[in-house]
């Protein structure tokens, strides 16, 4: 994909100072590596609406859309669609394994929907990212909400 991203990478609890505001705090940045950057690259790639770029008008999915769309979480086509972005999202991403050095912590095995459930006001999506290194990370999506 390209340009550059900030990406976010969990501290431990006594490394964070406590305040509202979001600082870097460290002297120079730190690269998020390891299952975390399979898993923000993932989800940029999942979360980028099909054709938002405009200098790479084939990259993204359709997810964005399901977000405020017109289709209820009854739908039975609902859990379809969603199987079909994060295809779309594996597909992208393994090719772009194979266009920079990855190592196998950040290498793309599988992503598959975990869990699909209604909540009261919308839809809680879970998906397993695993890595070509074995790892296995159960990552929760944000909750669609039907509001």
């Keep these: 994909m390209g340009g550059y991203d900030i990406h976010f990478q969990p501290v431990p609890a ?6 509202k505001c979001f600082e870097f705090g460290y002297q120079a940045a730190l690269k ?14 999942l979360m980028t609406p099909l054709g938002s770029d405009p200098l790479y008008p084939t990259e993204g999915t359709s997810f964005g859309g399901l ?7 009854a739908s039975v086509n609902l859990q379809d669609l969603i199987a079909i972005a994060f295809q779309e999202a594996s597909s992208q991403v393994r090719a772009q394994d194979i266009e920079g050095y990855f190592p196998d912590n ?17 839809i809680v999506v879970w998906v397993l990212i695993k890595n070509v290194a074995g790892d296995a990370l159960q990552v929760p999506l944000a909750t669609l909400a039907t509001r």
Aim: hydrophobic letters at 35%.
């Design 106 to 122: 950040e290498r793309l095995q599988s992503a598959e929907l975990m869990d699909f459930a209604e909540s009261v006001d919308g």
């Design 14 to 19: 006594e490394e964070t100072s406590g305040y």
């Design 32 to 45: 998020v590596k390891g299952p975390q950057a399979l898993v923000n690259r993932w989800i940029k790639t």
């Design 67 to 73: 977000i405020g769309g017109n289709i209820g979480k």
